[in-house]
């Protein structure tokens, strides 16, 4: 057990992050941009911190065994350079400074030289060279296609897949994959080593939206009847409707278009065990969510 410091924990992945580590029985200290509006769990240490402001880092790293990195810079590529390279850059030289011994970044599974087709992504890829070069030992988690994601493909009740998507995607829920983080910060096997992360049930998009679409509405249904609206018109609907704040995510469902799911896992499986939430189990959760709430 240790105190970890989480980078991005007011974000999608990082807030799992936080409830995870916390049960886990970390010290779980939130490294936040605006710390007047962030709210977490009772017991999290919240303090002051942007990567892209390499000054506020000292202070935020103070007595801190690990790091987790759950940054997103978004669609603009500047800015996505600032925090996912040049922020990289910064928290390994801070942490490297304050005696940090492990860095775990959660990137995702495009961020490599054969796939960076976008902007974010190749920053992420030199945000991981920054991480490799510091003496701070890393782990580098380059994530797949998580099933939380399914419910950006709900329209109302009608499920709707961006794309195609005709190859096979194997989902992982995202707090298995907290859980294995949590647990690389106690396993020295784990440094300096780059992980594909991912489940091991494959299916097509198709099949996991409308799974999930069938727990979530109460109605069965079938993966037929997902519609699928092409790229180039969410492109479209992106620049004159949505001010490119969809700019990211159809740049990665591009890539899935194209490519798939493209982790290997043979190495996760290994080190950290098959992910122990079968897509079924977590599916039937999601409807006991929706019926509560
Ligand atoms: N979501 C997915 O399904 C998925 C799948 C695979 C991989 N990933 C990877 O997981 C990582 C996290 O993604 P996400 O979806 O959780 O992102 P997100 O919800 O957009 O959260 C991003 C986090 O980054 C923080 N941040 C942004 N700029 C910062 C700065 N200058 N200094 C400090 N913190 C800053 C944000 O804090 P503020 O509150 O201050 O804005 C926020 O907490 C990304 O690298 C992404 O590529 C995500």
Redesign the pocket.
Known sequence: MSRVAI????????GYAVRRFMSDGHDVRA????PGT?SFPEGVEVVR?????PATLPPALERVEGVLM?????GDPARAR???EQ?GANVAAAAGNAGVQRIVL????F?QPAYAAYP?EQA?VRGEQHLNDSPVPSTVFR????N??LSRFLRGNRPVLIGRQPHLVRPIAVDDIMSAASRAFGMPETANRVYDVGGDEPMTMREAVAAYASAVTGRRISPAAVRSVPIWLMRGVNRLFAKGEMTRALGILSTMNRHGDVTDTAAWFQDFGKPPTPFAQWVAQQSRIEESS
């Open positions: 980078l991005g924990a007011t974000g999608y992945l990082g490294i936040v941009r605006s962030a911190g942007d990567v892209t402001d759950c940054l997103n810079g978004g600032s925090v996912e922020g959660i990137s995702g599974m961020a974010w992420k994530v797949g296609f998580v939380e994601t």
